[in-house]
């Protein structure tokens, strides 16, 4: 239950042509605590609750739990959310032995591409595409959770 990952920007598209699948995902949250966040998620014809934890200092890792609730139920939740949806389209590219989710935002946040690798453990090393840019793991700003109070379009 515990998620390791490593954030980053995405700095071209070409990893379009590399993805195995794209689907569309609309999320909120019903809780934005910077200890705890509860969110619900459409994704394509599912729905999803999911409860994280606070990071760790360097960002790296924390609880996660999820599981999967149905289309209806997840769209009553989204009704109930803090505001502020997030909608984007993630794409799923499997790369040197890793999966890359790489998520390009829409409303609030269009103009934002960010993609993230999970991994075992916080020392795995991985190769890094030629389409993956600067490392954003642990600026809170690029949490979706934040994203959602302080969209990419509002930044100077």
């Known amino acids: 239950m515990i998620e390791i990952e490593r954030?980053?920007?995405?700095?071209?598209?070409?990893?379009?042509?590399?993805?195995?699948?794209?689907?569309?995902?609309?999320?909120?949250f019903l809780n934005s605590d910077k200890a705890r966040t509860v969110r619900v998620r459409l994704k394509?014809?599912?729905g999803y609750l999911t409860v994280k934890g606070k990071s760790s200092a360097n960002g790296l890792s924390r609880f996660e739990w999820e599981t999967e609730i149905s289309k209806l139920?997840?769209?009553?939740?989204?009704k109930l959310c803090e505001p502020g949806i997030i909608?984007?389209?993630r794409f799923e590219v499997t790369k040197h032995g890793h999966i890359f989710e790489i998520d390009v935002f829409y409303g609030?946040?269009?103009?934002?591409?960010?993609a993230e690798v999970?991994?075992?453990?916080?020392?795995?090393?991985f190769l890094k595409p030629e389409w993956l840019?600067?490392?954003?793991?642990?600026d809170i700003r690029y949490y979706n959770s934040m994203l959602s109070k302080r969209p990419f379009k509002e930044w100077e």
């Open 7 to 28: 954030k980053f920007l995405v700095n071209s598209d070409a990893f379009k042509v590399e993805a195995n699948t794209h689907y569309i995902i609309k999320q909120g």
């Open 118 to 125: 999970e991994l075992n453990s916080e020392s795995e090393t």
């Open 108 to 114: 609030e946040n269009e103009g934002l591409i960010m």
């Open 87 to 89: 909608d984007k389209t």
């Open 44 to 46: 394509n014809d599912k």
């Open 73 to 78: 139920e997840a769209e009553a939740l989204l």
């Open 133 to 138: 840019g600067k490392e954003v793991t642990g």
